[in-house]
């Protein structure tokens, strides 16, 4: 599935879900947020949300420091 992330072209091999595509990532789903074609993707519902060919989404990863 070919996505655009984080202005990046992507090509997402998982199962269309934003977990799926966290971990491909690398990304902790407890550290992130995201936006599917600029709409916002609440985490409750990672797991039945599912990506589409083409989807734009940009993930938001909170790094703690001080």
Same mark, same amino acid.
């Given at each position: 599935?070919?996505?655009?992330? !984080?202005?990046? !072209?992507?090509?997402?091999?998982?199962?269309?879900?934003?977990?799926?595509?966290?971990?491909?990532l690398?990304?902790?789903?407890?550290?992130?947020?995201?936006?599917?074609?600029?709409?916002?993707v609440?985490?409750?519902?990672?797991?039945?949300?599912?990506? !589409?060919?083409?989807?734009?989404?940009?993930?938001?990863?909170?790094v703690g420091?001080?």
């Amino acid at each position: 599935m070919f996505l655009t992330v !984080n202005e990046e !072209n992507y090509v997402h091999s998982g199962d269309g879900t934003i977990g799926a595509l966290l971990a491909e990532l690398g990304a902790k789903p407890e550290h992130s947020a995201l936006t599917v074609n600029r709409d916002i993707v609440f985490s409750k519902d990672w797991k039945s949300f599912k990506l !589409n060919d083409g989807d734009t989404v940009e993930v938001l990863t909170f790094v703690g420091g001080g």
